[in-house]
């Protein structure tokens, strides 16, 4: 198993990126986005996280701050991070040769001083641990840089390579190589892939954004119709709507009363298909 993180500045083919977290599991997209839209989305945040409890047990950290509805709590975040281009070409590339695939939750991580290590686990186990079959991938997550992320302030802890690995690994924190990148920086893996948390030993609070997206036919981490009801969401572009789950996958999955379209709850006044398989909005986010 390789050690390296694959690193791409901004501006790289995005085709070499998708290619290079289906070979490692993982890249890091250097300062893809200026500090001041990062910033701006932690302004906004800056009150949810306040009111924000420290976690429960040792996995979610005593130390760690999370901040959840993400999409509901900042606009900045919607119109800037959320889709951005590497994200959605990774995500078609990944997840959506298989399916449809969609926005699984968002989360505000803040890792405090004196918050230990988090141990290595993949996202994926939150489907019961179901043993997917290597090379299958059912989620790709996302990391923003909301500060620097440093080897000693709980940068992510990452295995390359290991997306191919048992299911029953219970790798030790040491054998974690923490994915260091500089703010506006996005850390990409799939749900296979080992990592944790680092442990934060600066008096300074590391903060990352974290994004998990899945196949559409999967639960979703995050309830969004309840985060973002219809009422809430009515102007947001279609396209982001969609994104978080205002859509029918396969021939019958998401549908609205009488096999309606979600977005009629949106929008009652528009006209959309109904019916099974008239609703399959095809492969990859767009389509439909
Ligand atoms: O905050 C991090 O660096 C990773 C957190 C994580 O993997 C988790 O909480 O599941």
């Known amino acids: 198993m390789t ?13 070499e990126i998708a290619q290079a977290i289906k070979d490692n599991g993982l890249v890091v997209l250097s300062q893809l986005v200026e500090h001041e839209v990062i910033d701006e989305v932690l302004t906004e945040l800056r009150p949810y996280a306040e009111a924000s409890e420290f976690g429960q047990n040792s996995f979610e950290g005593v130390k760690t ?7 509901a709590r900042s606009a900045t975040f919607r119109d800037h991070l959320a ?5 959605m070409h990774c995500g078609d590339s990944v997840l959506g040769s298989t399916a449809p695939w969609k926005l699984s939750s968002t989360e505000l991580i803040e890792v405090h001083p004196n918050q230990p290590t988090q141990s290595l686990h993949r996202d994926q186990w939150k489907y ?14 996302g990391m923003w ?22 299911n029953d690994l219970r790798p030790d924190a040491s054998e974690g190589v923490p994915a260091e990148m500089s703010k506006g920086s996005l850390l990409l893996y799939t749900g296979s892939l080992y990592h944790g948390a680092g442990q934060n030993t600066t008096t300074d609070v590391r903060i990352g954004l974290s994004l998990q997206h899945c196949l559409g036919w999967l639960q ?18 279609d396209e982001l709507l969609r994104f978080i789950g205002y859509r029918t996958f396969g ?38």
């Open 251 to 288: 021939d019958s999955l998401g549908v609205y009363r009488d096999s309606e379209n979600p977005l009629a709850a949106v929008y009652p006044e528009r006209e959309f298909a109904r019916g099974w398989m008239v609703t399959d909005e095809g492969k990859g986010m767009g389509g439909g």
């Open 65 to 71: 701050r999370r901040t959840g509805a993400i999409i």
């Open 220 to 237: 979703s981490g995050e309830h969004f119709h309840l985060n973002c009801p219809p009422e809430r969401v009515r102007g947001w572009p």
């Open 145 to 166: 840089a909301m500060t620097d992320f440093t080897s000693a302030n709980g940068a992510t802890l990452v295995m390359p390579g290991s997306h191919t690995a048992a």
């Open 128 to 141: 019961n641990y179901f043993d997917f079959p290597a090379g299958f991938e059912t989620e790709m997550a």
């Open 3 to 15: 050690t390296a993180i694959p690193v791409f500045e901004r501006g790289a083919e995005l085709a």
């Open 83 to 87: 889709m951005h281009p590497a994200i």
